[in-house]
C-alpha cells in the first residue's frame, strides 16, 4: 500500500514541475540480460533487449534531478543443453514481457569536459502484459512455469550509473548500466505431486515455486533538453 501511494505521489510531483521549469526528455534503447533462480536452481541468462521513453528535471544550479521512466523489458531466463560428445544442443527461453515505470533521484558526481558520470536510484513497477510460456504446454508438465500461476503485477529497486555526453545545449546522449532486482514474485505456484520429469522420465514433485527477476542493462538514449527562460519586464 505504501509503495502505491509513494508511486502516485511522485507522478503528481513530476507532471506538476513540468510546467515550471526546464526538462529533458527522449528515448532510451540497449540490451538486457535477465536471471532467474527456480526453486534454488540457477537458469541461464536470457539475452533480449528493452526500450524506453524518459524525461528528467534539469536545473543549471544544481547536480540532482528526478527522473521518471516508462519502458518495454522483456524479463526471464534460459534452459541450455550443450552435449560435445553427442553433439546435442537445446536453448529454451522464458519470457516475461513486461511493461516497467521507473521513478527515482539522479545525481551527477564528477565532469570530465563535454561528459558528466551520473549514478541513479529509483523504484519500479512493472505490468506483465504476456510471455512465451504457452509455447512449453505441448509438454504437459509442471516442471515448467505456467501462464495460470504468474503475477501480472511486479515492484523492484533500480540503481544505475554512466556517462552523459553534451552535443550542443539541447541535445545531448547517455550511456548507462542499471541493475534492476525484484522484490517481489514475477511467478508463484503451490507444491505439485506425481509429475513426470520431462528430462528423466522419472515420476517426481515439484515444490513451491517462487521466482524472482534479476536484470542488467546497458542503455543508449538521445536527450532532448526543454529550456524554460524566464523574462522580466
Known amino acids: 500500500m505504501f509503495f502505491r501511494y509513494a508511486l502516485l505521489g511522485f507522478v503528481f510531483f ?9 526538462f529533458w526528455f527522449g528515448p532510451k534503447l540497449g540490451p538486457t540480460i535477465s536471471f532467474q533462480q527456480w526453486n534454488n536452481i540457477e537458469q541461464d541468462a536470457l539475452f533480449t533487449y528493452h526500450g524506453a521513453l524518459f524525461i528528467e528535471t534539469f536545473d543549471e544550479e544544481s547536480p540532482s534531478s528526478l527522473y521518471a521512466q516508462l519502458g518495454y523489458h522483456t524479463r526471464g531466463s534460459a534452459i541450455r543443453v550443450n552435449d560435445f560428445f553427442s553433439g546435442f544442443n537445446s536453448s529454451q527461453g522464458f519470457e516475461f514481457n513486461n511493461v516497467a515505470l521507473i521513478l527515482g533521484a539522479k545525481r551527477k558526481f564528477s565532469t570530465m569536459g563535454s561528459f558528466d558520470a551520473f549514478y541513479t536510484v529509483g523504484i519500479r513497477g512493472e505490468y506483465t502484459v504476456g510471455t512465451n510460456l504457452v509455447e512449453y504446454e505441448r509438454f504437459e508438465s509442471f516442471f515448467y512455469p505456467m501462464d495460470q500461476f504468474v503475477n501480472k503485477i511486479n515492484y523492484g529497486l533500480s540503481f544505475g550509473g ?3 555526453y553534451k552535443l550542443s545545449e539541447f541535445i545531448g546522449g547517455s550511456l548507462e548500466f542499471t541493475i534492476s532486482p525484484d522484490l517481489s514474485f514475477q511467478y508463484q505456484s503451490p507444491e505439485i505431486g ?3 520429469n520431462p528430462f528423466t522420465g522419472n515420476v517426481t514433485n515439484v515444490g513451491e515455486r517462487q521466482i524472482r527477476n534479476l536484470s542488467a542493462e546497458i542503455s543508449l538514449s538521445i536527450r ?10
Open 14 to 22: 513530476m507532471t506538476s514541475s513540468i510546467y515550471s521549469q526546464s
Open 162 to 164: 554512466g556517462l552523459e
Open 194 to 196: 506425481n509429475i513426470t
Open 224 to 233: 532532448f533538453l526543454r529550456k524554460v527562460i524566464y523574462e522580466e519586464y
